[in-house]
């Protein structure tokens, strides 16, 4: 979930994966299956939550080492954000692995006894701090090999899940950080998605960012006729995730709170491998804002994307990123579709002076108005 250089390039029409038609589902006693969620990612050390915005919250992120041994974390876990969430009725999930993990999960799942090692650490935390589910975070399972150590580790986190649940009397949550990319997921077969999670997390952003050699916006709605032969956007990403077989109830939307900087005069002018990296860089929404606001950068609309650019005022730079209108256009979209609900990467990077959040605020009344 942390930003990272993911090129995803949708070719044709989204292609189907993994058996065909789906045969299995979750238990009909998951009951959260058809309600709606507005998730947060807190990272790191949680700070100043509004816990009024959100049905649940994931910390991010627990580690291991490649024997199963999990990596000491001052800020995850943590007592207090579960505590106090649960006060204000909000669920929390304890998030594993992340970008750049993706050799100790592939460890880990090879050889049994890590897999014991890291499964029972990880339960006896979740345990112990009364958490509420486990969120996967492995960036990718994208091999044969590694789609069957994950349907391993997802199938004994879920029967272990379920065991914890039926202890404390209530349903404890299984879900996942997906790739917008289909082919970070062609290896997995779909029976390991519906018989283990209870909803999947699609990361739709980071389409583009510094490695790319156009600077097309990071997460579109929908995609750009300007970006010929590398068409991808939100609404194609989570066709393919329902092409494939995966019911829309399954699936939440990704809302990224921070936005990618080009050092380019315009949007979807090309990038050159030779161009030095930006003098200003986007980074969080909130900075964001301050370029606009007291630097003299310009907001500008494209009605194709549904996504707004933040443009230099002396033409070195030009930054893709979300704000309140866009994340309105979007969780209103991800409402009427059918989906789960949205989530946002990460809930610090609104963070305003005052202590609102402009853009999750902006999500959550769209949110609303749908369950009415």
């Given amino acids: 979930m942390i930003p990272r250089a993911i090129i995803l390039l949708f070719v044709g029409t989204a292609f189907l994966l993994g058996t065909g038609a789906p045969n299995s589902a979750l238990p009909d006693d998951h009951h959260e299956a058809l309600s709606r969620v507005f998730v947060g ?17 994931c910390h991010a992120f627990l580690d291991a080492n490649e024997d199963g041994s999990i990596r000491p974390n001052k800020s995850c876990p943590n007592q207090q954000l579960v505590a106090d969430a649960h006060k204000s009725g909000v669920k929390v999930i304890l998030s594993l692995g992340g970008w750049g993990w993706d050799k100790q999960f592939t460890a880990i799942v090879s050889k049994q006894e890590s897999l014991n090692r890291f499964i029972n650490a990880v339960m006896a935390i979740i345990e112990k701090f009364d958490f509420d589910g486990i969120d996967v975070d492995w960036e990718y399972p994208d091999t044969a090999a590694k789609a069957a150590g ?27 950080a997906a790739s917008a990319s289909p082919s970070t997921l062609k290896s997995v077969e779909n029976a390991t998605l519906l018989d283990t999670m209870d909803w999947i997390n699609v990361m739709t952003y980071d389409y583009t960012g510094d490695w790319s050699s156009l600077a097309g916006h990071h997460s579109p709605l929908f995609a750009s006729s300007k970006q010929r032969g590398t068409s991808c956007s939100t609404e194609l990403s989570m066709k393919y995730f329902v092409d494939r077989g995966i019911p829309a109830s399954r699936l939440a939307v990704g809302l990224p709170l921070y936005g990618r900087t080009f050092a380019v005069s315009e949007p979807y002018a090309p990038t050159k491998k030779s161009a030095l990296r930006p003098a200003v860089r986007g980074g969080s929404y909130s900075n964001i804002d301050k370029l606009i606001t007291d630097k003299g950068w310009v907001r500008t609309w494209d009605d194709e994307t549904k996504n707004p650019w933040a443009l230099a005022p002396d033409g ?37 002076p005052g202590g609102r959040f402009p853009l999750q605020e902006a999500a959550r009344k769209k949110w609303d108005q749908a369950g009415h």
């Fill in 41 to 57: 990612y807190v990272y790191q050390q949680p700070q100043n939550i509004n816990y009024s915005l959100y049905t649940h919250l």
């Fill in 150 to 176: 994950f349907d391993r580790l997802c199938r004994r986190l879920r029967s272990e899940l379920d065991t914890l649940g039926k202890k404390k009397g209530r349903q404890m949550l299984l879900t996942m």
């Fill in 316 to 352: 070195s730079a030009v930054i893709a990123y979300d704000d309140a209108e866009s994340l309105s256009v979007k969780t209103e979209w991800a409402m009427k579709q059918g989906f789960r609900g949205v989530f946002f990467w990460q809930i610090r990077d609104d963070q305003m």
